[in-house]
């Protein structure tokens, strides 16, 4: 049974946000003043596992990095959206170019500019140090904070409710 109050067996789609849940809040500074994100592992294994499995995946950000776009290209993720201003319109486009309704997606977002997508989500996921404003509009809020795992945590139920996890032999590769 899934700690998720949601029918996970309707999940096609999956689309994150990067600063705050792909990555710690707290993003380093280069010499150029360009940010430096920290990428979790166990998130990674998790999101081109996803990929493989069929599920449509996505990143619809603000932030503008070639290193974003190498990292999750890599994994599986070709639809990336970044120096998105306003996500909704992004969000909405999204789901129809890839068939899907809105209760077959899942959103996961944790700050102001990404409740848009929390509310026109079917199923919306914040980590636990998401904004207040965020965490009371999500269904489930991850026990999980940004940047350590709740990729992982989210599409391990996901796929665990589904019979997906460490299913086959491609469960165990990258």
Known sequence: MSKINYDLTLIKGIV???????????????????????????????LQLAAKA?????????????AISLR?????????????SKKL????????????????????GDDVPDICCLEAA??????????ADAKAIAQYISPITGGYGVARDIIEEIMRNNGQWMSDTEAFGW
Not at 17 to 44: A, C, F, H, Q, Y
């Open 122 to 131: 079917g199923l919306s996921v914040v980590p636990a140090d998401a904004c």
């Open 54 to 66: 069929g599920y449509k995946l996505a990143i619809i950000t603000g932030a503008d990095s070639q």
């Open 72 to 84: 999750y290209k890599a994994l599986g993720i070709t639809d990336i959206f970044q120096k998105a």
């Open 16 to 46: 994150f946000d990067v600063d705050g849940v792909l990555s710690p809040s707290t993003i380093p500074l280069g010499e150029d003043g360009m940010p430096i994100r920290m990428v979790n592992i166990k998130d990674g294994y998790a």
């Open 89 to 108: 319109p992004i969000f909405i486009n999204w789901m129809e170019s890839c068939g899907l309704t809105p209760d077959q997606v899942v959103f996961v």
